[in-house]
């Protein structure tokens, strides 16, 4: 593994207990600049993760709970008028951080979650005219509970395809759950970050070197067949669009350069594609079925789909 991205997750383990698959994607999805949905129930470690990533970096956290009072000025800003000078002053909203936490953003309305996701998407706000660029990098991790729908809105098909990955951190083993009380017995263990052990630049600069990794048209080509298998399939009312395409590319370039490789293999598409291309498909009734979620249609569609030849 990079000595870089080693350290990182080496300090958010100081924070989260196992869940190493869940840490080095959320990893994965920063250096691609990518958002993350985290679907999984209450009392996880959602709040945890996010803010022992920001400690790490030294970069600026922020959270807000999402609920249906929420409005579009608490996550873009506002502006207002100073009585003394008689000018107008921007307030920063929600999203001017490096990590945002957006918690239960199906609970927040229709409008809330678009002036979010325009955020994610520009990586600017405009208000009034003023165009406020967003730092870098910035990263937005938003949860939902899979379970509870009372008062939610269900996010559109649209904007879930605006999301980089879709992750589950799901129950910890029992002797997970044992280290997390001797953890918790003392204190919180978000205080056992000391310092960051990198920092923004560190982080950008890595942005870059991820795009250098070097990707074959055999892999190129295993990316476009896996993706293009789902249109048209009748397992599937939605296939994944390019976009997909495009995020599992960039997901299969930072998987490698975790690694410590300068090239894509087909290994590094299949470990990132169900969290990539999940959340983009819609299942027919007959894919629903056949398979139960989205998850296993894409696991099982990696199974069927030929693995190339790798030539360096």
Known sequence: MNQNISRLADSVGKVIVGKNDTVISLIAALLCEGHVLLEDVPGVGKTQLIMALSRSIGGKFNRIQLTPDVMPSDIAGFTMLDSKTGDFIYRDGAVICN???????????????????????????????????????????????????????????AQMDRFFMKLSMGYPSAEEEKRILERTEMHNPIVNIEAPVMSVEDITA???????????????????KIVSSTRGDRNTTLGISPRGSIALYKAAKAFAYIYDREYVTPDDVKNTAVSVLSHRIILSPQGKSAFGTAEEYISNLLKTCDVPMMSR
């Open 206 to 224: 890595m942005q870059d070197e991820v795009k250098k990794v070097r990707v074959t048209e055999q892999v190129k080509d295993y990316i476009v």
């Open 99 to 157: 990590f945002l936490l957006a918690d239960e953003i199906n609970r927040a309305s229709p409008k809330v979650q678009s002036a979010l996701l325009e955020a994610m998407e520009e990586r600017q706000i405009s208000l009034d005219g003023v165009t406020h660029k967003l730092p870098e990098p910035f990263l937005v991790m938003a949860t939902q509970n899979p379970v509870e729908t009372y008062g939610t809105f269900h996010l559109p098909e």
